[in-house]
């Protein structure tokens, strides 16, 4: 606390940031697990400018070995907010994510903001991989969120942009099943059946069956499965 409340009398009186980080960086090393007293390092850093400074002190104290699951994930979040303010969507999804398997859902609402920064700069950018990684475990979150139809809306979207995604196809095509949404189910079987060869073929075209039998409508998918086992 007095290294806390000199640190304040240098930024207020004195106007000596560097004198206050100084201050700050003592108070931080007597107890490395303060998620609050670690911020007001990082806020003071930040205020210089300093998001390298302020990201590696958040490493330091991560490094120590000395915390809980519950510490070592809020620490995690407050360096996925310096990456992210710093433009660094990447290293943030990877911050949340060890979070996330830390302390569970409790971080899944900063996981999507951070996913959803990673998609956008890679969309962006032309990174293809990279918005492709990025929209694939942003469903999966809305599933575990309980988001099933928004997890399914964000699949249905992509494949609509890359068609050519036949693993995608297949990822929204159980899901749809998994919520019997036979209508969407059958389109995405019916996709499918225009890019798979083989036997992967034919259980699309199964699957078209079983989808338009439970919409009441057969005989929709005759032709293909004609067509398939020919």
Request: one cysteine or more.
């Amino acid at each position: 606390d007095l290294y806390r409340q000199a640190a304040q009398l240098a930024r207020e009186r004195m106007a000596d940031p560097r004198k206050a980080v100084e201050l700050l960086r003592k108070a931080a090393a007597l107890a490395p697990g303060d998620v609050a007293q670690l911020k007001e390092l990082t806020s003071a850093l930040v205020g210089m400018n300093d998001f390298d400074g302020a990201i590696e002190e958040v490493g330091r104290a991560l490094d120590t070995g000395k915390l809980d699951d519950a510490g070592r994930g809020q620490l995690l979040r407050v360096r996925a907010e310096l990456h992210s303010a710093n433009g660094e969507d990447a290293p943030a999804v990877r911050d949340l994510e060890e979070a996330f398997r830390l302390i569970g859902l409790e971080v899944a609402g900063e996981l999507v903001e951070a996913l959803q920064g990673w998609a956008a700069r890679s969309a962006k950018d032309g990174d293809l991989e990279g918005e492709r990684r990025a929209v694939f475990r942003l469903s999966e979150i809305f599933e575990l969120r309980n988001e099933a139809e928004r997890s399914q809306e964000l699949l249905f979207r992509w494949v609509e942009n890359h068609p050519e995604d036949i693993e995608a196809l297949r990822v929204l095509r159980a899901r749809f099943e998994r919520a019997e949404r036979w209508d969407e189910a059958a389109q995405v079987c019916a996709r499918l059946l225009a890019t798979e060869q083989g036997d992967a073929r034919v259980e699309a075209a199964l699957g078209l069956a079983t989808a338009c039998e439970k919409l009441g409508r057969p005989g929709d998918a005759a032709p293909a499965l004609e067509q398939t086992l020919e």
